[in-house]
């Protein structure tokens, strides 16, 4: 019969020294901090993005320079080969030759 009283009487001590505790209560301004704080995490996390990655930056603007120079190649060759063009044509025309059928 001891042994059941003695969980009892603990329990019932427990209880009681529960009863002087107060609520909890947060600091001032700890909603504002935390929304605060919640809110610029977001933010951070759309600030970084794949423009900010070394890696990622650095292949674009690769892609951006070799696009640009083979465009540049690109036309230099087309307009070689029409200055090319309009010289045999030039070249025909004084040799009163047709322009178009050259027979060799």
Do not use: C
């Amino acid at each position: 019969m001891n042994t059941d009283k003695q969980p009892d009487d603990e329990i019932e001590k427990t209880l009681r020294s529960l009863d002087g505790i107060e609520r909890a209560s947060p600091p001032p301004f700890f909603s504002t901090r935390l929304q605060a704080r919640l809110e610029r995490r977001q933010a951070d996390r759309t600030a970084v993005s794949w423009v900010s990655r070394p890696a990622y930056a650095l292949a674009t603007l690769g892609l951006v320079l070799m696009l640009n120079v083979s465009t540049a190649l690109y036309f230099q060759r087309h307009l070689d080969q029409h200055e090319e063009q309009q010289f045999f044509d030039g070249m025909a025309g004084d040799l009163g030759a047709e322009a178009t059928v050259l027979d060799w």
